[in-house]
């Protein structure tokens, strides 16, 4: 299935889009033969988050620089607008495609909306540019933790942590990890 608004393929059953953030609708939902009945289903949130980037656009030009938009971006992720966040963090990458920062950023926004398999890919893409910071190992842990991938989530937090060593969010979300894994070794004893 591709993505209304880019154009990307989509998962199957992917509620938001990995490349562009927004939210997909539900395949029956749309209409080709009648547009105006699509535009009377755009829902209040998307309708908000389509001004928003429109008028965004609007003000950017030529001269826009990476703060400006890491700025904008971080500010609509710290509101709870991931998808708005992700527009900016694409503007970025559209031109700076090693920005670690928007890298990074557009990872943690995925992870937000529940995209754990497509945040790895934003984090992996960090981690080859700058594989001595401690903070993308730790964010990629987390996103394995959240596919449940635990064993492969204690091995990005002990890399964070020989990174910088005492990094108590590392070290925080390793011992989460060990009890999950002794969790499910318990449920299975039991069984």
Known sequence: ????????????????????GKKIADKN???LESPKENAKK???????????VLRTL??????????????????AYNEE????????????LSK?????RALINKGDALRKLGLFQESL???????VLEPDRAEIWDKKGLALHNLLAYEDAIKCYDKAIEL???????????KIALMEIEKLKNTKQKK
């Not at 299935?1 to 562009?20: H, I, L, R, S, V």
């Not at 607008?81 to 970025?92: K, M, S």
């Not at 910088?164 to 925080?172: G, I, N, Q, R």
């Open 42 to 52: 755009v829902s209040k949130e998307d309708e908000e988050v389509i001004s928003e």
């Open 81 to 92: 607008r991931y998808g708005v966040a992700i527009a900016y963090y694409n503007r970025i």
């Open 164 to 174: 910088k060593p005492k990094f108590k969010k590392a070290e925080s979300h390793r």
């Open 29 to 31: 939902s749309f209409s």
């Open 121 to 127: 890919e934003w984090y992996d893409k960090a981690i």
């Open 58 to 75: 609007q003000r950017i030009t030529q001269n826009e620089t990476v703060e400006d938009l890491l700025r904008l971006g971080n500010s």
């Open 96 to 100: 700076y495609p090693k920005e670690v």
């Open 1 to 20: 299935m591709k993505c209304g608004n880019c154009g990307e393929e989509t998962k199957e059953n992917a509620n938001y889009c990995a490349n562009c």
